[in-house]
Each structure stands twice: as structure tokens, then as C-alpha cells.
């Protein structure tokens, strides 16, 4: 079992940033791939950023709406992910969601990550 926490989430304006944490506790963390992803309401669940196991900057993916603004990273000598969003938009209003897997390849399948954390939510006003 891996227990995933969250934090960073709130309220910021349009074009500000924000960084959230998910810190992990159980298995190693070192053996899975972290994910973020998002939900805004009424909408399904959506790819936001993985980082692969041998993340070393590297070994990201992310979505296309995201690309060049949110940047992903993981420290797994403290078994935290972090997301760090700049440029922030409503449009990225949503609660975000951080997830592990533990697949050979980085995917950004939601239904391959096998564990979740709480989901904070992320607000940003125009």
C-alpha cells in the first residue's frame, strides 16, 4: 500500500502559481511512477504530469494544456512529488490529484495508477 497526501492547494489569481506536494508513505516510493492529474466539475479526469521512476528532469510527460507552464519533479530521498504551476488560468481551476504507479513505462491513463491521494482543490480567478 502507498498513502498519498497532498497540499499546496487554494485560491490564486489569474497568471499566478502554485506548488503543490504529495508526500508518500508505505512502499517505496522509489519504485513508482507519480502522476498529477485533474478534475474540474462535470468533466472526466484529466492528465496533467508523470514523472517516471528514474525521474532525473528528464523522464516527464505532461498534457498538452499544461506544456511549458506546470512542471513536475519528485525528491525521493523525502518520497515527495511536487507540481509547480505558473501561469495560472480559470481554466485550470480543478482539484488536482497526485497517483502512483507502478508500470514499466510512464502513462497517463488514469485507470493504470493504482493509488490516490485526497485531491486538493485549486482555485484561480480572472
Known amino acids: 500500500q502507498v498513502q498519498l497526501v497532498e497540499s499546496g492547494g487554494g485560491l490564486v489569481q489569474a497568471g499566478g502559481s502554485l506548488r503543490l506536494s504529495c508526500a508518500a508513505s508505505g512502499r517505496r516510493f522509489s519504485s513508482y511512477n507519480m502522476g498529477w492529474f485533474r478534475q474540474a466539475p462535470g468533466e472526466e479526469r484529466e492528465f496533467v504530469a508523470a514523472?517516471?521512476?528514474?525521474?532525473?528532469?528528464?523522464?516527464?510527460d505532461y498534457g498538452d494544456s499544461v506544456k511549458g507552464r506546470f512542471t513536475i519533479s519528485r525528491d525521493n530521498a523525502k518520497n515527495t512529488v511536487y507540481l509547480q504551476m505558473l501561469s495560472l488560468q480559470p481554466e485550470d481551476t480543478a482539484v488536482y490529484y497526485c497517483a502512483a504507479e507502478a508500470g514499466v513505462l510512464l502513462t497517463a491513463q488514469a485507470y493504470e495508477y493504482e493509488y490516490w491521494g485526497q485531491g486538493p482543490q485549486v482555485t484561480v480567478t480572472s
Open positions: 514523472a517516471a521512476i528514474s525521474w532525473n528532469g528528464g523522464s516527464t
